[in-house]
């Protein structure tokens, strides 16, 4: 089956700096590679679509200086949460699609981020 | 009002019941339906697609009603290991590739 990965599982970081998640698919080619973020007892928040060799598409009110992505190839999409803040403090998922053209996704384990 | 509104229960039933939960949508233009479960700080899984005319994947069921909006999984035969959050998710096409995610149900197997 599809498999993604998701890189760290977890980070601690203090006020103002900033951290890069890697989401990778490791047996396909995603084209396309999805950023969700999932704070406690709510749902999964769309934040950007990272298309493989052009600009991430943002969804309203996500910040794109805030929340740079990075989708340099069929295979690897990166989340760099700059200067980051306690409020950012969430549970980061991607997710990728098949190349194939299909509509499910399929997700990665998720980075929990604690900014404290 | 809410995209994608389940009952966020718990729901609490005994091993072995049968038990079924619902979602509604809002937006008639949607095109794709999903079913994903999603254990305790975990990421979701893929447990079915949805499709018009019903679509069933050994104890479990799923209906969809364009006309109301609604989408239903229907779980029989309830295993301890079926403990999970249930999230319904939409997909309204037309180039937003992205997933809309409800709150999810929380199902609680009992033995």
Redo the contacts between chains.
């Keep these: 089956g599809a498999v993604v990965s998701q890189h760290p599982s977890w980070v601690i970081c203090k006020s103002g700096t900033s951290v890069k998640i890697e989401c990778r698919s490791l047996d396909f080619q995603a084209t396309?590679m999805?950023w969700?973020r999932q704070f406690p007892?709510?749902?999964?928040?769309?934040m950007a679509?990272s298309n493989e060799g052009s600009k991430a598409t943002y969804?309203q009110g996500v910040e794109k200086d805030k929340f740079l992505i990075n989708h340099a190839s069929l295979t690897l999409s990166t989340l760099t949460v700059t200067s980051a803040h306690p409020e950012d403090s969430s549970?980061y998922?991607c997710?990728a699609?098949l190349a194939s053209g299909s509509?499910?996704?399929?997700?990665?384990?998720?980075t929990?981020l604690t900014v404290t | 009002r809410k995209e994608?509104e389940q009952d966020p229960g718990p729901f609490n039933v005994p091993e072995g019941a049968t038990v079924a939960f619902n979602c509604t949508y809002s937006n008639s233009a949607s095109q794709?339906f999903?079913w994903y479960r999603q254990d305790c700080?975990?990421?979701?899984?893929?447990l079915m697609?949805v499709y018009s005319s019903g679509n069933e994947d050994g104890r479990f069921t799923a209906q969809l009603n364009r006309a109301s909006q609604y989408i239903s999984l229907l779980i029989r035969d309830s295993k301890l290991s079926d403990s999970a959050t249930y999230?319904c998710v939409v997909?309204i096409g037309g180039g937003a590739?992205?997933?809309?995610?409800?709150?999810?149900t929380h199902l609680i197997i009992q033995p």
């Design positions: 396309t999805f969700y007892k709510q749902s999964l928040m769309l679509t969804e549970f998922i997710s699609r509509l499910e996704q399929y997700f990665g384990p998720g929990r | 994608v794709s999903f700080r975990k990421e979701p899984k893929l697609s999230l997909n590739d992205g997933l809309t995610f409800g709150k999810g």
